[in-house]
């Protein structure tokens, strides 16, 4: 993901999480006809949008090993929990849960970015036309 001169680069992991779903919403607003403007021009743009969507996935699902090693690592060092009021046990069973999720959504986002390419692939025609 090319990040060079964005300068929202500071926020929160949180706060880009948010803008992405509030963008998601606006995309599909536009997508669907609910915003009486700005919506899909020509066969071209749709041609674009699925290039970037794609782009949005693949870097959506880099993301989401990393959010593993993350918890992971909090867990092995002893600082993740909340306040010591889950026990050992139920810590590494709820890790699990979230790393065994996030490793289906991993795959399930590979599967969705290889989708989206054939997608984009096939429109080629109609975005010449």
Request: charge should be negative.
């Given at each position: ?52 969507l ?18 992971e ?6 600082t ?50």
């Amino acid at each position: 993901m090319d990040l060079t001169g964005n300068r929202d680069v500071a926020s929160t992991p949180a706060v880009l999480a948010a803008r992405a779903e509030e963008a998601a919403r606006a995309l599909y607003q536009r997508t669907s006809g609910q915003a009486n403007d700005d919506s899909i021009a020509d066969t071209a743009e749709v041609h674009q949008m699925l290039g970037s969507l794609k782009l949005v996935v693949e870097n959506l699902a880099r993301c989401l090993p990393e959010l593993n090693t993350w918890l992971e690592q909090r867990m092995w060092s002893g600082t993740l929990g909340n306040g010591g009021e889950l026990s050992f046990d139920e810590l590494t069973k709820s890790t699990f849960e979230v790393a065994a999720a996030l490793a289906r959504a991993h795959r399930m986002s590979a599967q969705l970015g290889r989708e989206l390419q054939a997608a984009q692939t096939a429109s080629r025609d109609l975005a010449t036309q």
